[in-house]
T-cell receptor, first 114, second 112 residues
């Protein structure tokens, strides 16, 4: 077990709705990165939060937004859901932004948009 | 989004066999990582490589950072049933300071 927990584990939403996914980072980690993993694909970087500020963003539209809280947990919000948003959403926490070897992933949230 | 070329896409081997998979990029990386992902779980880091030519082992796993900095390979020796899963390569360079670019994965099946 990594100490990184995501909720909910599964979610079904209707096209056009909004969704909020949550991630609790490992103790001592101040950085959270979010990834989208479509079926049969590798993860795609969405954005990273470091000390409550966005610290880098991938090629995702503005309807993907996030927050990081003072306890370093994080939320991913997606507005105006589209069918192609159906995917496994992963978060990873790390002690620093580029500490890949000490980054741990949660089990993911499986989002289905119908 | 950008994804790395990873091959083979899938493979099915007999227990005890060795297996090799590789990953190539059109751009240079200064970090290569190899992960394993089991169904319903997040990826778990297996090996990290930071220098061109570097060869690193983790138990039965060995990975190398290619000299050109555009490729990497992972070998698994004497495979066992628990090696089943999807293996991903991921790379990072100075231009993408905060993000990893991932391969499409190699699905490994092991026949006991």
């Amino acid at each position: 077990e990594t100490g990184v927990t995501q909720s909910p584990t599964h979610l079904i939403k209707t096209r056009g709705q909004q969704v909020t996914l949550r991630c609790s980072s490992q103790s001592g980690h101040n950085t959270v990165s979010w990834y989208q993993q479509a079926l049969g694909q590798g993860p795609q970087f969405i954005f990273q939060y470091y000390r409550e500020e966005e610290n880098g963003r991938g090629n995702f539209p503005p309807r993907f937004s996030g927050l990081q809280f003072p306890n370093y947990s994080s939320e991913l919000n997606v507005n105006a859901l589209e069918l192609d948003d159906s995917a496994l959403y992963l978060c990873a926490s790390s002690p620093l932004p580029r500490e890949f070897t000490e980054a741990f992933f949660g089990q993911g949230t499986r989002l289905t948009v119908v | 989004g950008q994804q790395l070329n990873q091959s083979p896409q899938s493979m099915f081997i007999q227990e005890g066999e060795d297996v090799s998979m590789n990953c190539t990029s059109s751009s240079i990386f200064n970090t290569w990582l190899w992960y394993k992902q089991d169904p319903g779980e997040g990826p778990v880091l297996l090996i990290a490589l930071y220098k061109a030519g570097e060869l690193t082992s983790n138990g039965r796993l060995t990975a190398q950072f290619g000299i050109t900095r555009k490729d990497s390979f992972l070998n698994i020796s004497a495979s066992i049933p628990s090696d089943v899963g999807i293996y991903f390569c991921a790379g990072s360079n100075a231009g993408n300071n905060r993000k990893l670019i991932w391969g499409l994965g190699t699905s490994l099946g092991v026949n006991p």
